[in-house]
């Protein structure tokens, strides 16, 4: 994700959820108020944005729900031994390998 590589000392956090944009770019907004590029509009054709735009509507309840759990993790273990940026950056980097699909 584009996102996640401009600063890899302080990772970016989404604040909305992905989105596709009028020029048919996967974005999301992220909390320095940027725009940030998942999948470029180039890679897709309009009944494959409209099947990802349906995608996402749908699972729009799962997202929140993950959003939630994952801000509750990131409240719980940075009240601890890491700062909100180190728990932040351990979630997303086990959640990378997690979901890595060569593993």
Do not use: H
């Amino acid at each position: 994700m584009q996102g996640w590589e401009m600063d890899e000392d302080a990772p970016i956090t989404p604040i909305t959820g992905p989105n596709i944009d009028s020029e048919g770019r996967l974005t999301y907004m992220g909390e320095d108020g940027r725009r940030y590029v998942v999948m470029d509009g180039d890679e897709r054709d309009e009944t494959s944005s409209a099947a990802v735009m349906e995608a996402l509507r749908s699972a729009g309840p799962l997202f929140e729900e993950i959003e939630t759990l994952c801000q509750g993790w990131v409240d719980e273990v940075s009240d601890a031994a890491l700062s909100r940026a180190e728990a932040i950056a351990l979630l997303l980097a086990t959640l990378e390998t997690l979901l890595d699909e060569e593993n």
